[in-house]
């Protein structure tokens, strides 16, 4: 992939955190993260205990392996968000792109389900309480995963980096994380039922 690729898909994604989450209000924000994570947990409400397991096809996560990444994922990210919110930096390294827990399909459908929900709604609570003038300099680190299209062959090909956000700018990457799973895990169910 070249390089000039690489760094077109950086400045649309910042500028779409910038315009869709800096620049908006904060009552704007908890909304549509709300939203976003509405949509994905009534798309899982819809999948049974033993739909979740499948395999769609090689490669691809199960439906469990995509909340089990999120349960993962976003608990952690409330940890930063209120870090944020407390006017503080994270400490550490950013969280991993492909996190998962040690055996995810091992964790029963129910409880998984059950266990994002509740993060959700922790996140969106710590949103809704945000004073409208609220205002910090701390940032957090986020490793961002955007898909481009190889010129050569077409296909899509995951370009990665650390980007630094403010915590609008990170509430709306989580917003774009629950709509990005919300898509794969369509798509995999549509196969495995």
């Known amino acids: 992939m070249k390089e000039a690729v690489r760094r077109q898909a950086q400045e649309q994604a910042r500028e779409y955190l910038k315009t869709r989450g800096t ?15 509405q949509a994905l947990e009534s798309l899982l409400d819809s999948v049974s205990s033993e739909q979740a397991p499948r395999v769609a096809w090689p490669e691809e ?5 995509i909340v089990d990444h999120l349960v993962e994922t976003h608990r952690q990210s409330l940890d930063e ?6 006017g503080q930096a994270p400490g550490g390294e950013p969280i991993p792109a492909g996190l998962q827990s040690k055996a995810p399909r091992l964790r029963p459908w129910t409880w998984l389900v059950r266990e994002l929900k509740s993060t959700h ?10 004073p409208a003038d609220f205002v910090t300099e701390a940032r957090a680190q986020l490793v961002m995963v955007v898909n481009v ?3 050569e062959d077409g296909a899509l090909v995951p370009v990665e980096w650390v980007e630094e956000l403010d915590w609008k700018g990170y509430a709306t990457a989580l917003r774009l994380h629950a709509i990005d799973h919300l898509n794969q895990a369509k798509k995999v169910l549509a196969e495995v039922r």
């Open 149 to 151: 299209r190889d010129e």
């Open 121 to 130: 709604r922790d996140i969106l609570a710590a949103l809704e309480e945000i």
């Open 61 to 65: 996560w199960t439906i469990q392996e």
């Open 23 to 37: 620049r908006l209000p904060a009552p704007v924000i908890a909304e549509r993260v709300g939203a976003a994570f």
């Open 81 to 86: 968000l209120r870090c944020l919110l407390a």
